[in-house]
């Protein structure tokens, strides 16, 4: 069974939006440290994600 990952925006203009994994066009979930796309880590599941924010990575997200 998949993980849920959700973030509650709490500040700002989006204050109360609820946001999830975005997933990019390649179908695939991603990590990283810093912002920058040289720095992604492409994941296909959000379990595979859930390991990685217990490492202390990022990961980017949408407002659905």
Known sequence: MEPSISYR???GKQ?????????????RYVVSK???????IYLESLSE????????YKLRVSDQ
């Open 34 to 40: 810093t912002r920058f796309q040289q720095d992604y």
């Open 9 to 11: 925006v709490t500040q």
């Open 15 to 27: 204050a109360g939006a609820v946001c999830a994994p975005h997933k990019h066009s390649c179908g």
């Open 49 to 56: 994600v859930l390991k990685y924010l217990q490492a202390g």
